[in-house]
């Protein structure tokens, strides 16, 4: 474990920083690739991690730097993922989540590095035909944003069958929360995600929440989804990786907490946390969003002896809060 170099192609944005830090307090050596299109600098806050600005698909890059650290396996967070983006500009993440990434497992395959952890993602499923959502649940993505991840898992599985790559796709359901000790959070420009909106709304920064549909087939007629918090999923890559790296074989798991919350919930968490009342506007619903997304999280239990600590939403919005009521406002500087 300690002493390991570990590539973490995306390592400044937001589960990616996370990640980086969890990864570097256990003693992993930690080399951050990031390109600063959507990542941070500023979110690398820790001494003795190296951080390279430059592209997933820079081969002369990515040779120097296995050349330099022989990496005992890389965690791969560099994807866009707007959801709305992807539909109207897909060849963007196409480009960039599926054909990016080829050139990193070339040079891990010329390197013979076969420890690969990818964030996958709910979306590759589609629409829900049964829940709670178990691994086997036919993968059938609607939006270019999950074909693309889905893609990567294809390729991913061809990799083990032809040089014995061994990979863990990581779905993840709603990644949420904060850096717990408040250094680091989520700073997304356009920020679209529910629990940031929410306290930006309380905040004045945006004038009122906009629920997206209030008749769902749901107990309040608005959507269920399951957030984890972002430092459970960090822990969850760093048992993925492990398990790699010691000899398991691949690994295919849901990265939830088992646990369905609507947004109607969501709001009066952040009423009780913030003490504050959430200004809220009613709209329609936001087209391909399914009513339900709740993980079966039992696979994960299974495969790589983890659970989500930090089930209970309050726990992710406080974080949220904490980072969001600092000076910056919960934005970095870079
Ligand atoms: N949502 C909402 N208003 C917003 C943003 C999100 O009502 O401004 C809802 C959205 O319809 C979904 C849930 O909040 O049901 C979570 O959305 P988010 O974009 O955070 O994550 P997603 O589930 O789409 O990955």
Redesign the pocket.
């Known amino acids: 474990m300690a002493d390991q170099a570990i590539l973490v192609a995306g390592g400044a944005g937001y589960i990616g920083s996370h990640t980086v830090r969890l990864l570097n307090s256990e003693g992993y050596r930690v080399v951050v690739l990031d390109n600063l299109v959507y990542g941070h600098r500023d979110a690398i806050v820790d001494d003795g991690v190296e951080f390279v600005e430059g592209a997933v698909g820079d081969k002369e890059l990515l040779v120097s730097l296995f050349e330099k650290y022989q990496f005992a396996g890389v965690i791969h967070f560099a994807a866009y993922a707007y ?1 709305g983006e992807s539909v109207t500009d897909p060849l963007k993440y196409y480009r960039n989540n599926t054909a990016e990434p080829l050139t990193l497992l070339e040079v891990m395959s010329d390197f013979g590095c076969k420890s690969f952890v990818f964030s996958s993602t709910c979306a590759t499923y589609g629409e829900p035909q049964k829940l709670p959502l178990t691994e086997d649940h036919p993968q059938n993505p609607v939006s270019p944003y999950g074909k693309s991840k889905l893609m990567v898992e294809w390729i991913l599985d061809d990799c083990d069958h032809a040089w014995g790559l061994k990979s863990a796709a990581l779905r993840y359901f ?1 990644a949420s929360g904060c850096s717990t000790d408040g250094k680091i959070g989520e700073d997304h420009d356009p920020e ?4 940031p ?1 929410v306290l930006k709304a309380v905040q004045g920064e945006i004038p009122a ?5 209030t008749d769902y087939p749901t107990p309040d007629g ?2 269920i ?1 399951d957030y984890i918090h972002v430092e459970d999923l960090a822990s969850a890559h760093i048992a993925a990786l492990r398990k790699l790296i010691d000899g398991g074989d691949s690994i295919r798991c849901n990265l939830g907490t088992g646990v369905g919350i609507s ?1 109607k919930e969501i709001i009066d968490a952040a009423e009780e946390v913030t003490g504050q009342k959430v200004p809220v506007t009613y709209g329609d619903r ?1 087209p391909g ?1 399914p009513a339900q ?1 709740v993980a079966d999280p039992q696979m994960a239990k299974d495969l790589l002896d983890w659970e989500a600590e930090r089930k209970d939403v309050r726990t992710m919005i406080e974080t949220a809060w904490q980072w969001m009521s600092q000076p910056h406002g919960g934005h970095f500087s870079q």
């Open positions: 959801v709603n679209t995600h529910l629990i909106l929440l906009t629920v997206f549909g608005t959507c989804r947004v936001r969003d997304l």
